[in-house]
């Protein structure tokens, strides 16, 4: 894969760790973040290799949005020149592809980079990760998708709270009303993530993937259409080799092998 100027991607044992690397700038998005962002996506999606992708930021940071003081400099070497109307399905991508995503907040987490921690499939964060929907407060209505995605998180009322405040809120409160799954201190956090990351990585790939593409049908799709899909795909799984040899392991009181079929 390319070498990203923005951004730290890595594979390893069906987890792919994608890492937002500007920390001279809090990990701020600019528009080349947001296009390598989407090149790696791109290819997450089509590895069958990876089973989970964990978004995180270097050094003490998630992604506080775009960087503002980089967007009202004079000159800014080119950075932003190439950025396409595809780049804002960034979004989409964590929602919609294949593999399990988990955003790992350490630190802020507003605007943009709220946004797309709100798109992964599952959100944990550091003691001290701050968050904030920030957009009215740069006076932007927004964007990355949080209309669409706060509410399915939190609620309609909560949503709108937060987007018309613009309030900060800490790592405990975004646990209360459900926008994150598990908070730990900052000394434990990374390796906590990691091997919670890890945990999902080992599950049967062909069920983790399935599992996924199920809550994404769910969200356009009438109930009774949904058990025709849901219980299709559960006969052919239940086929599979894997399935069966979790059965067996179960039963045997053993770590499955899963060979992805």
């Known amino acids: 894969m390319s070498d990203y100027s923005t951004i730290l991607y890595e594979v390893k044992d069906g987890l792919a760790t994608l890492t937002l690397n500007r920390p001279e700038s809090r990990n701020g998005m600019t528009n080349r973040m947001l296009r390598e962002t989407y090149e790696v996506l791109q290819a997450a999606s089509r590895d069958p290799q990876v089973k989970v992708l964990m978004l995180t930021g270097a050094g003490n940071s998630f992604c506080p949005g775009a960087d503002l003081k980089h967007y009202t400099a004079d000159d800014r070497g080119g950075d932003d020149a190439d950025s396409q109307r595809e780049h804002f399905r960034v979004p989409v991508m964590l929602h919609e592809m294949p593999a399990v995503t988990l955003a790992a907040v350490n630190g802020a987490c507003a605007g943009a980079g709220f946004g797309w921690a709100a798109a ?3 959100r944990v964060a550091a003691r001290s990760a701050m968050f904030n929907t920030a957009f009215l ?3 932007v209505a927004g964007d990355m998708g949080l209309p669409w995605m706060l509410p399915r998180l939190v609620g309609a009322a909560k949503a709108r709270e937060l987007s018309f405040f613009s309030e900060k809120f800490g790592a405990d409160e ?7 799954a598990r908070v730990w201190d900052d000394d434990a956090f990374r390796k906590e993530a990691q091997a919670l990351a890890e945990r999902l990585a080992g599950s049967g790939p062909l069920a983790l993937r399935v599992m996924k593409a199920h809550y994404v049908a769910a969200e356009r799709m009438s109930f009774p259409d949904f058990i025709e899909l ?3 795909r559960h006969k ?4 599979s080799r894997d399935t069966q040899e979790a059965f067996r392991a179960f039963v045997e009181k053993r770590t499955p092998q899963f060979e992805g079929r």
């Open 120 to 122: 992964c499939d599952i």
């Open 137 to 139: 407060g740069v006076a």
């Open 174 to 180: 975004a646990q209360r009303i459900g926008l994150v």
């Open 230 to 232: 849901e219980t299709e």
């Open 236 to 239: 052919r799984i239940t086929a």
